[in-house]
């Protein structure tokens, strides 16, 4: 973690201070319905982030109460993710291996006369609630006797009742101010397979209930969570104290992580992936942390960025590009700086011997030494970008047009003599001379060249794949807490998201492997592709480009 104070590092020193505390547990709780995304990878950092920082330790623990939701695929993806971000959980649980000592604690509420049985309908519950302006009212099955409530909820628990027939709730207050302690759900039906206790169960207890005994259970110290939480905290409170658990978790809320340009909720994700906006979870331009290092983004990139995103209570959006900016910072000194050519024009440089290829010194990283040089092939034929050539060009134009000499990088001047096209008028092929004078590295200053563009010896070259992206999401706000709009996030899901280029890489490059980090000139940053990459055909995949308007 970063140094600088922040509200919640304060209440654990206090906490430590004033002995309420011997050590720090923190927990990272994901409920395994879909792939972990940036705004989890905020939450890992801070929960693990304070226990290393204290000496405590951290549990990764999945929250899995709803079996219609959850699947053992996400376990595992999110085990990986953690692990690939670079934490080590002290211990592993799932909030499923609490079910027994769960209904225990609701029994103990009911022989309290603090929960009970009742037959309203969901509807009629939400109905029965009332309203922040007005008070809710008492369902007619609130003062049934502990009797009846005990037989009920065995009665629930053994499968006599269908779905949705009973509910069990704790009893509370209907006029509560705070709407979340106007007799809230805690066990409701569901006759459905978990993936962890399979039939076992047909009764599954509600989240909020949940989550303050999944903490004590495991003596969690600090229970971090995001703000939308906070009016949960006293029903949080209320659980821990009535059902006597040893051990008082403290809940502390921080602001949830928000990027322009991005939705971050699992359940939209999982919409883009269901419905074919994307190619899967791991889809390079999703949010997600699978998607994030297919892109090619680095841990240590999303680490320093969600550390300098700070911690406050607000949850305003981050600008995308602080994201980029970071990526960019973490591999500028440990990428290569080869080229590619990936809109191809070829250019025959008629003075240079036919089928003589020669081998030029090119430094693979002129911020960094020490990654040393290595040899390009250069000959009669070259690919370069079709950019990079204008037969009319405007002002200030300083690449290749007719009669106009460019510097080839690492390599010679040429000169622009003759325009190829087809018979549909696109030009196909220049025809250029070059003057041996001019080598790279020779200390040449007999003339200067306002330009300098990159190419692709043809020979040697190697076909390559690049795929560019936009954001998936044009949304300058970020997602809004709230924001429940299925048709306004969809309406909003760029068409034009990704761009795919046929080109060529320098023949040293064939053997990439999948994941490896390059900055090609003038291109930006690419990782290459995983999934998509074969012995044949590399396929890269852009990360950043290489502008940037943002500053720190
Ligand atoms: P989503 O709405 O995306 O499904 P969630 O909060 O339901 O998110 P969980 O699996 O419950 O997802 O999240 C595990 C932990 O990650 C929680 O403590 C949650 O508060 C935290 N978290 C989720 N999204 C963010 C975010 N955008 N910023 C910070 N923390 C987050
Ligand atoms: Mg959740
Ligand atoms: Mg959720």
């Not at 709780?29 to 940036?38: C, F, K, V």
């Not at 690939?84 to 604690?105: I, K, Q, T, V």
């Not at 009764?203 to 110290?221: Q, S």
């Not at 703000?227 to 949960?232: A, G, K, L, M, P």
């Amino acid at each position: 973690m970063d140094n600088t104070s922040n509200f919640i590092r304060d209440i654990i020193i206090k906490d430590l201070e004033s002995g309420k505390h011997k050590t720090v547990v923190t927990r990272f709780p994901p409920e395994p319905n879909g792939y972990l995304h940036i705004g989890h990878a905020k939450s890992i950092v801070l929960n693990f982030g304070f226990a290393d920082e204290f000496g405590g330790t951290t549990n990764l623990r999945f929250d899995d109460t709803n079996p219609l939701k959850e699947d053992i695929e996400y376990v595992h993806s999110i085990k990986e993710d953690v692990q690939w971000l670079g934490f080590e959980w002290d211990n592993l649980h799932f909030a499923s291996d609490y079910f027994e000592e769960m209904y225990n604690r609701a029994v103990l509420l009911i022989k309290k006369g603090l929960a009970y049985v009742d037959d309203l309908s969901a509807d009629e519950i939400r109905e029965y609630r009332g309203t922040l302006t007005e008070p809710g009212k008492n369902s007619p099955y609130r003062d049934r006797s502990i009797e009846e409530n005990l037989d009920l909820f065995a009665r629930m628990r053994a499968g006599e009742f269908e779905d949705g027939a009973k509910v069990l709730r704790a009893k509370i207050d209907m006029s509560s101010p705070n709407i979340n302690l106007r007799d809230p759900v805690l066990y409701r039906i569901a006759h459905a397979e978990h993936h962890n206790t399979g039939n076992e169960w047909c009764i599954y207890p509600m989240y909020a209930f949940a989550h303050p005994l999944e903490d004590a259970i495991e003596g969690v110290t600090h229970s971090i969570c995001t703000v939308e939480f906070e009016d949960q905290r006293p029903f949080y409170n209320w659980v821990v104290e009535q059902c006597e658990m040893e051990a008082t978790p403290q809940q502390i809320e921080f602001g949830r992580l928000n990027i322009t340009n991005t939705v971050m909720s699992k359940r939209k994700l999982k919409q883009l992936v269901d419905e074919g906006f994307v190619d899967g979870w791991d889809d390079p331009r999703m949010p997600t942390i699978s998607g994030m290092r297919r892109r090619g983004y680095t841990p240590e990139a999303i680490r320093t960025f969600v550390r300098e995103t700070g911690v406050s209570k607000s949850s305003g959006a981050v600008d995308e590009q602080m994201l980029e900016h970071f990526v960019r910072e973490d591999l500028k000194l440990k990428a290569p700086r080869p080229m590619a050519v990936m809109n191809p024009l070829k250019v025959v440089i008629t003075n240079y011997p036919e089928g003589e290829v020669e081998w030029l010194d090119a430094e693979n990283n002129p911020e960094n030494e020490e990654m040393g040089i290595r040899q390009i092939p250069f000959s009669r034929e070259i690919y370069i970008e079709q950019d990079d050539f204008m037969e009319d060009p405007p002002k200030k134009y300083f690449r290749l047009f007719p009669g106009n000499e460019v510097r080839l990088k690492h390599a010679y001047f040429i000169k622009c003599e003759e325009v190829i096209k087809d018979e549909d008028e696109n030009v196909v092929e220049l025809r250029c001379t070059y003057d041996p004078e001019t080598k790279s590295g020779t200390g040449f200053t007999g003339r200067k060249v306002k330009g300098t563009i990159h190419w692709v010896e043809a020979s040697n070259a190697v076909p390559a794949e690049f795929r560019l992206y936009e954001p998936l999401i044009l949304d300058d706000d970020g997602e809004e807490d709230g924001e429940d709009d299925e048709k306004t996030f969809l309406d909003k899901v760029n068409p034009n998201s990704l761009e795919v280029l046929q080109g060529f890489i320098e023949p040293n490059m064939k053997d990439v492997q999948p994941q490896d980090k390059f900055q090609f000139f003038r291109h930006g940053y690419f990782n290459v592709d995983p999934t998509l990459t074969t012995p044949e055909k590399p396929v890269f995949n852009r990360i950043v480009s290489l502008k940037s308007s943002f500053r720190l």
